[in-house]
């Protein structure tokens, strides 16, 4: 009589495998599936390659607003709405000057050739103290002149900016570009003399270390 062959033993499933965990909210794909999509783990598990790959852009959407504000916004970010601004500030100005010039933002450019302007300027963007000397007066005449020829008299400044210890030495350059930082924020009409120094006094020291407001 021939032998039957014996029943293959039963075998035990595995544990299943987690389902991976739903991006908070309803910013995942799954959390809006159909139920009748979710009988079982396979939908889950092929959407869920889709919710990693979706989650940092939606993480940037929902921090949208801290992009735009000077305080919270990434260093290169800074450095390209300066650029929108118009701004144009040297590579040694550091992150809280930059951030800084885009916090005064329209009052530091509507103040832009006046003493006010530039002592903004000088304390808050580059972290220094400004000395200023300038003739002041005015000048009138009965008829339109040239505005390239000086008027009668001449305006001048003298501008001592005082920058952080260290600063102005630490680097090669800085001296140089802080000058013709200053020299853009002048009256075009005024002759400038500009030196650029290390502060000795550190009581004197502020600006960039602590905010504009």
């Not at 940092?56 to 990434?74: N, V, W």
């Not at 103040?111 to 302007?117: A, E, I, K």
């Not at 000048?139 to 600063?167: N, T």
């Amino acid at each position: 009589m021939e032998r039957l062959p014996s029943p293959a033993p039963a075998t035990t499933p595995g544990p299943a495998k987690a389902v991976p965990p739903l991006v908070p909210g309803s910013r995942s794909l799954r959390a809006i599936l159909p139920e009748s999509y979710r009988q079982g783990d396979f939908a889950d598990r092929f959407i869920a390659g889709f919710d990693d790959v979706l989650a940092p852009l939606i993480t940037a959407l929902d921090c949208l607003d801290a992009y735009f504000s000077p305080r919270t916004a990434p260093d290169d970010f800074v450095t390209w709405m300066l650029d929108w601004t118009h701004t144009s500030l040297p590579a040694c100005v550091g992150s809280t000057g930059r951030r800084n010039a885009l916090l005064l933002g329209h009052r530091l450019h509507g103040l832009r050739g006046t003493r006010s302007g530039l002592d903004l300027l000088v304390r808050y963007v580059l972290g220094g103290r400004l000395e200023l000397t300038e003739s002041g007066a005015t000048h009138c005449s009965a008829g339109p002149e040239d505005p390239s020829v000086p008027a009668p008299g001449g305006s001048w400044a003298r501008v001592r900016v005082l920058l952080p210890h260290g600063m102005s030495t630490g680097r090669p350059g800085v001296v140089e570009d802080v000058a013709d930082l200053v020299r853009e924020w002048l009256p075009a009409h005024v002759a400038a003399q500009v030196t650029v120094e290390d502060d000795a006094d550190p009581l004197h020291v502020r600006g960039a270390a602590g905010g504009a407001r």
